[in-house]
């Protein structure tokens, strides 16, 4: 099944990011954090709906049916703007740094070089497994990063070995 293209988390080509790029840098993996990210929010959203229409059917004053259902249009642009937020938001490896740029109202880019790699870790809950990702952690020797740990990335191990190929070598040199 092929996913709609604004919910493609691999090869996807961010319009903005050539210009957090050095220009020798290539990137290697360019992601989307996984659309699980939104779950929260959309439930959220879906059980504001539920009971927004439960209150409806039971209270008959239309004062109180109007703040209701605003508090729900509230709960639901949470929600788009979170979409939003997630889709401007890519997590990049280069042959040089891994990137997360995120942040739609304050752009934020954290950054770690790859020579300070010295450990990578892929953390997977029981959710995680069954909907397809988990938690990429950086870590570096003794120092406090900016990046540390990407939660909710897609395909965990398969980015797990992509960092590692471009960071620790190939294994054959």
Do not use: N
């Not at 659309?35 to 039971?58: C, D, F, H, K, N």
């Not at 939003?84 to 880019?109: I, K, N, P, Q, Y």
């Not at 790699?117 to 900016?146: C, F, H, K, N, P």
Request: glycine fraction near 8%; hydrophobic fraction near 45%.
């Amino acid at each position: 099944m092929q996913l709609p293209g604004f919910l493609t988390v691999r090869d996807v080509d961010p319009h903005h990011l050539q210009r957090y790029l050095l220009p020798q840098e290539e990137q290697t993996v360019t992601i989307r954090r996984h659309p699980a990210v939104l779950l929260r929010y959309g439930l959220e959203s879906l059980g504001g709906l539920i009971l927004a229409g439960v209150l409806t059917a039971v209270i008959p004053q239309t004062t109180v049916l109007t703040v209701i259902w605003l508090a729900w249009l509230v709960v639901l642009s949470r929600l788009a703007f979170k979409v939003f937020e997630w889709s401007d938001e890519f997590f990049v490896v280069t042959g040089v740094r891994v990137m997360l740029v995120h942040g739609l109202v304050t752009r934020r880019v954290d950054m770690m070089p790859l020579k300070k790699i010295t450990d990578l870790t892929v953390d997977r809950s029981i959710m995680g497994r069954m909907l397809g990702y988990g938690t990429v952690v950086l870590e570096s020797a003794g120092q406090d990063q900016a990046l540390s740990k990407v939660e909710f990335c897609p395909e965990p191990e398969a980015i797990y070995l992509e960092i590692s190929s471009v960071a620790f070598g190939h294994g054959d040199d």
